[in-house]
């Protein structure tokens, strides 16, 4: 039976799912439509890992390979080490049976909970729902929106000193090699050391003919030499120090990359107490924040946080997260994510905020070279142009490789921290080594998957865009790079089979791309950027933060392989901030907007699947009513006295029900909306003063991870007179 799979994930869009869904639903059940919701936030994968709820991403991973398959999915948490551990201690204290965190894994139990923990770190749930690739791009409404409003951008100076700092050399780029499967296999990776001993780090590795396969490694002593070259660098010129990664989807490596910034930036700490700090299991990955925590009950902890105050003093000035809360860019390295953390210092001057709480130029560090030249290149044109325009830009669409876990070394468990100096290598069933490096003890060694099938649907994605849109479409490949050359090979192999006669699609490396881009945008001109997972991540960051102000406004489609689709609403990267402004004040600033967008291709697919007529008049009243939410302007505003998530979902039904009401397609919908309609409009001062006059205090929603559902509920539907509008209807 036909029926749409609305997520339950986590922080701020979790919040806003308990205001929100119960109209959906309510709106839904008249034309027929099921809308049902399945658990996949952080908390829940942790109790299914332990047997303790169901496995609803495993279930909803199988559903995704099926024609049946409509699911909408929220962000949700990629995981961090200390995000997990928060998570297992808060579960725990609600009076879960679930382990701790086993850091330093000894017996059986600790190592099987530990492979467990494993399974819901970094971005666990993408890969497994999305079993299509991306087609993600501005609706036209909220286009025209940022046109007519257009948001705050901060101006440039063609002095401005902001860069990006990157290696270059000796860094996965660099150290790349990729070849192309011939035939099906199974794999091993191996770790042969200067004594000829050999260590199996994974085994089994299942490949098809046709798969493109990466290894590639970072050396970490030229790591540490060139950040304590950026750290002296960025003192030297006077700018700001931070440091970029991705400490979650790269959940195992850029973890390690970080603890070597936190390292870099405080030898005089680790030279004096490293040893002390290992010894009680306190880790730099973990970050500054809680190291700092963590040293409370050793007995120089005094003594490590003034070694801390002094690196800070003696150091360049540190960007800042919270500089009302002393909160570093080093504190959490879940805290500054690339694709969320460079579009924000783009849009403000070039600028991050200082120790002083004043915005200064900054020393984007970006230790991999792969992707740093697309930042860079914007920040140049910004230097040598001027801000972007949001009222004549145009925009860039993407339409990304992801299906079937096109890893691009993100959430997966071929990453290893070298333990001995020797040589890895990838191994066929055969014998035959496909590729190998030469490493040292520290070193980061990573391989990757990328199957045959989604590349050749990733090709058929762009040329059908490029064709419906009329946009000229770019794919974003470096013949420099051993994995890009590979996909460039098959990339002008498949293009061969569609008609591209009238299209404009190139192929260029991300810095060439970028500059390209930019020069159309600055013409009020679109162009779909054609990417790998990783940049699809980054670029549908990077230009909607310039184009929108948010990248949570954006349409993402993913039509599936096998038919079905998967609809996700937007970026969650500011939600924690969310969830603390509404646990302090009574205030959910998320802006649901990515979820009414994908409602509307949801309930479209439905009404094909079920052969559902209402649920397309469902759809497109859905559609105007969001249209008239933007030009009335009653999205959520940031500070308490407005409108906030639920006032915009109020306004959203009041909109949706006007037009039920006034269409013509479906008489008995027009009939049943009719009074709903007419009674949100007569209670609408009454409804948004019971909605606003709750702001303004701190409420209890019974956990961060896991909130207590009655609890939240009740704080985020507050307006009895609408409750009971919804519930009559």
């Given at each position: 039976m036909a029926k749409i799979i609305y997520t339950h994930t986590d922080e701020a869009p979790l919040l806003a799912t308990y205001s929100l869904l119960p109209i959906v639903q309510a709106y839904a059940a008249k034309a027929g439509v099921d809308v049902e919701t399945r658990d996949i936030s952080l908390a829940g994968r942790i109790l299914a890992q332990f047997g303790l709820v169901d496995d609803a991403l495993a279930e909803l991973g199988e559903l995704a390979t099926t024609p049946e398959a409509n699911i909408i999915k929220l962000p949700n948490i990629s995981a961090s080490i200390p995000q997990l551990k928060a998570a297992v201690k808060e579960l725990q204290e609600q009076g879960h049976d679930i382990p701790d965190y086993p850091e330093n894994p000894q017996t059986d139990a600790e190592k099987e909970a530990r492979a467990k923990y494993d399974k819901v770190k970094g971005s666990a749930v993408n890969p497994v729902l999305r079993e299509g690739n991306s087609d993600r791009r501005a609706?036209?409404?909220?286009?025209?929106?940022?046109?007519?409003?257009?948001?705050?951008?901060?101006?440039?100076?063609?002095?401005s000193k902001t860069n990006v700092a990157t290696m270059g050399e000796h860094d996965f780029r660099s150290n790349e090699k990729s070849v192309v499967l011939e035939s099906d296999d199974t794999l091993r990776i191996e770790l042969v050391a200067a004594d000829g001993s050999t260590t199996v780090l994974k085994d089994?590795?299942?490949?098809?003919?046709?798969?493109?396969?990466?290894?590639?490694?970072?050396?970490?002593?030229?790591?540490?030499?060139?950040?304590?070259?950026?750290?002296?660098?960025?003192?030297?010129?006077?700018?700001?120090?931070?440091?970029?990664?991705?400490?979650?989807?790269?959940?195992?490596?850029?973890?390690?990359?970080?603890?070597?910034?936190?390292?870099?930036?405080?030898?005089?700490?680790?030279?004096?107490?490293?040893?002390?700090?290992?010894?009680?299991?306190?880790?730099?990955?973990?970050?500054?924040?809680?190291?700092?925590?963590?040293?409370?009950?050793?007995?120089?902890?005094?003594?490590?946080?003034?070694?801390?105050?002094?690196?800070?003093?003696?150091?360049?000035?540190?960007?800042?997260?919270?500089?009302?809360?002393?909160?570093?860019?080093?504190?959490?390295?879940?805290?500054?994510?690339?694709?969320?953390?460079?579009?924000?210092?783009?849009?403000?001057?070039?600028?991050?905020?200082?120790?002083?709480?004043?915005?200064?130029?900054?020393?984007?560090?970006?230790?991999?070279?792969?992707?740093?030249?697309?930042?860079?290149?914007?920040?140049?044109?910004?230097?040598?142009?001027?801000?972007?325009?949001?009222?004549?830009?145009?925009?860039?669409?993407?339409?990304?490789l992801m299906a079937k876990a096109a890893e691009e070394y993100g959430s997966h468990d071929k990453t290893f921290e070298i333990p001995a100096a020797g040589t890895v290598r990838i191994v066929t069933s055969g014998g035959d080594v496909l590729m190998e490096h030469d490493v040292q003890p520290g070193d980061i060694w990573r391989a990757c998957q990328t199957k045959d099938e989604p590349i050749r649907d990733w090709v058929k994605l762009a040329v059908t865009r490029a064709r419906a849109s009329g946009t000229p479409a770019v794919f974003w490949l470096d013949e420099t790079r051993a994995h890009d050359a590979q996909l460039i090979a098959k990339v002008k192999e498949y293009l061969a089979d569609h008609d591209t006669d009238g299209l404009t699609i190139e192929i260029m490396a991300p810095a060439e791309a970028t500059a390209y881009s930019l020069e159309r945008i600055r013409r009020g001109e679109d162009?779909?950027?054609?990417?790998?997972?990783?940049?699809?991540?980054?670029?549908?960051?990077?230009?909607?933060?310039?184009?929108?102000?948010?990248?949570?406004?954006m349409l993402s489609v993913v039509p599936l392989m096998n038919g079905g689709g998967l609809f996700e609403t937007g970026a969650g990267g500011s939600a924690p901030k969310h969830v603390q402004q509404l646990v302090k004040e009574n205030y959910l600033r998320w802006d649901s907007l990515g979820e009414f967008f994908a409602l509307v291709p949801s309930l479209e697919l439905y009404a094909e699947q079920a052969g559902t007529p209402g649920a397309k008049v469902l759809a497109d009243a859905l559609d105007r009513a969001t249209g008239t939410l933007l030009n009335e302007d009653k999205s959520p505003t940031r500070r308490v006295g407005g409108i906030d998530n639920r006032g915009s979902h109020f306004y959203l039904a009041l909109y949706w029900a006007q037009e039920l009401a006034n269409q013509t397609e479906d008489a008995d919908l027009a009939a049943a909306f009719k009074p709903l309609a007419e009674k949100l409009a007569a209670e609408e001062e009454t409804i948004v003063a019971e909605l606003n006059g709750v702001q303004g205090s701190s409420v209890d929603i019974g956990g961060y991870y896991r909130p207590d559902d009655a609890k939240a509920s009740a704080v985020m539907r507050p307006s009895q007179t609408f409750n009971d509008a919804i519930a009559g209807l």
């Open positions: 609706p036209a409404s909220v286009k025209n929106y940022a046109k007519a409003h257009p948001h705050r951008m901060g101006a440039w100076s063609s002095d089994g590795i299942t490949v098809l003919a046709g798969e493109v396969v990466d290894g590639t490694y970072m050396d970490v002593a030229a790591l540490r030499r060139f950040l304590t070259e950026q750290v002296a660098r960025a003192k030297a010129e006077g700018v700001l120090f931070s440091a970029h990664l991705k400490a979650t989807m790269m959940k195992v490596s850029d973890p390690i990359i970080f603890g070597h910034v936190v390292q870099a930036f405080f030898p005089t700490l680790f030279e004096q107490y490293g040893e002390q700090l290992k010894a009680a299991g306190i880790s730099p990955n973990d970050g500054l924040g809680a190291l700092l925590n963590a040293v409370e009950s050793l007995p120089d902890g005094d003594a490590i946080k003034a070694a801390v105050q002094q690196g800070l003093a003696e150091g360049p000035a540190l960007a800042m997260v919270d500089s009302d809360k002393g909160i570093t860019n080093l504190h959490v390295p879940s805290d500054v994510i690339i694709d969320a953390s460079m579009p924000a210092m783009i849009r403000t001057s070039g600028h991050m905020w200082g120790p002083d709480g004043e915005e200064a130029d900054t020393l984007a560090v970006i230790p991999d070279s792969s992707y740093a030249g697309v930042y860079q290149t914007v920040i140049d044109d910004c230097r040598a142009n001027g801000a972007f325009d949001p009222a004549t830009m145009g925009s860039v669409p993407n339409v990304g162009t779909i950027s054609v990417t790998g997972n990783v940049l699809r991540d980054y670029n549908t960051d990077l230009f909607p933060i310039l184009e929108l102000g948010t990248s949570a406004k």
